[in-house]
């Protein structure tokens, strides 16, 4: 009897926690097909549709507003953040994998010291260095920012990785003919490639995500993000187009979250290496 009682109060838990977890998505997903006269009725039932649902909103968002141009923005920060941020992390993280002795965890817990500088720290002297660059108001000023958060945590990251492949897989191929370089490629890379694919997500959510330095440093519709420009484009004053911005949130939000979902043993193994 007591085995039961703790497998339901652990399901009963689970599922609690799956609701509340799930509750916003569902939110969005239902508010972003309501019409406006089901949706600002309180006399309605919030959880169906009263009325029929609409694609208006949804059309409104890529028709009438600049969401397209945010997408696009953020995609090619994104994967231009993506594709700087593995240049470093990965031989950085291989790198200081192959330290023996203190200076090599030493060096590793220096690097991820750094990831945890909170951002309302940094974008001041940040912003000095993007205005000296004279990069303001461009999507360039974002992906010269974005790095300085996505490498040392996919450093960090990416040095467990490495730390578990085992020395005598490389060794062996070094005796077999292999230079360092062919064995970091044909070896250690293809071993790694679940962190990589792991750094590549955490790398483009945060370029999408970023509220702080996309507010800061950019403040023209054509260069802004998703992040920044959906709320600046979709509240006008005391006007909140809610379906368009519930809408806007889950398109970007669900894949994101999906992704995240499917690599999610491999980020917790990261961490525990």
């Not at 090599?104 to 909170?118: C, D, H, N, Q």
């Not at 467990?160 to 897989?169: A, D, Q, T, V, Y």
């Amino acid at each position: 009897m007591k085995k039961i009682l703790r497998r339901s109060s652990f399901y009963l838990g689970l599922l609690l926690f799956t609701m509340f977890a799930v509750f916003p998505v569902i939110w969005m997903v239902i508010t972003a097909f309501k019409q406006d006269g089901d949706l600002y009725n309180v006399a309605n039932n919030p959880f169906i549709y009263n009325l029929p649902p609409t694609l208006k909103h949804i059309t409104f968002l890529f028709t009438h507003s600049s969401f397209p141009t945010f997408l696009r923005n953020s995609a090619f920060i994104g994967v231009v953040v993506v594709i700087i941020t593995l240049l470093l992390a990965v031989p950085a993280a291989y790198s200081l994998s192959r330290l023996v002795g203190h200076w090599g965890e030493r060096s590793g817990i220096a690097v991820f010291l750094v990831y945890l500088i909170p951002p309302t720290l940094l974008f001041i002297p940040l912003y000095q260095i993007v205005s000296f660059l004279r990069a303001t108001n461009t999507v360039w000023a974002l992906i010269l920012v974005y790095p300085t958060i996505t490498v040392p945590f996919c450093t960090w990251l990416l040095l467990g990785f490495f730390k578990s492949m085992p020395r005598e897989l490389e060794e062996s191929a070094l005796i077999d003919g292999c230079s360092r370089w062919q064995s970091f490629l044909r070896i250690a890379l293809p071993l790694a490639a679940p962190g990589i694919a792991t750094c590549i997500v955490f790398a483009f959510a945060l370029s999408i995500s970023d509220y702080i330095y996309a507010a800061v440093f950019v403040s023209s519709t054509a260069a802004r993000t998703v992040s920044a420009g959906v709320p600046t484009e979709l509240i006008r004053g005391d006007i909140y187009f809610w379906q368009s911005l519930m809408a806007a949130a889950a398109i970007v939000s669900i894949p994101l979250a999906v992704a995240y979902g499917l690599l999610f043993d491999r980020l917790v193994k990261g961490f525990q290496s």
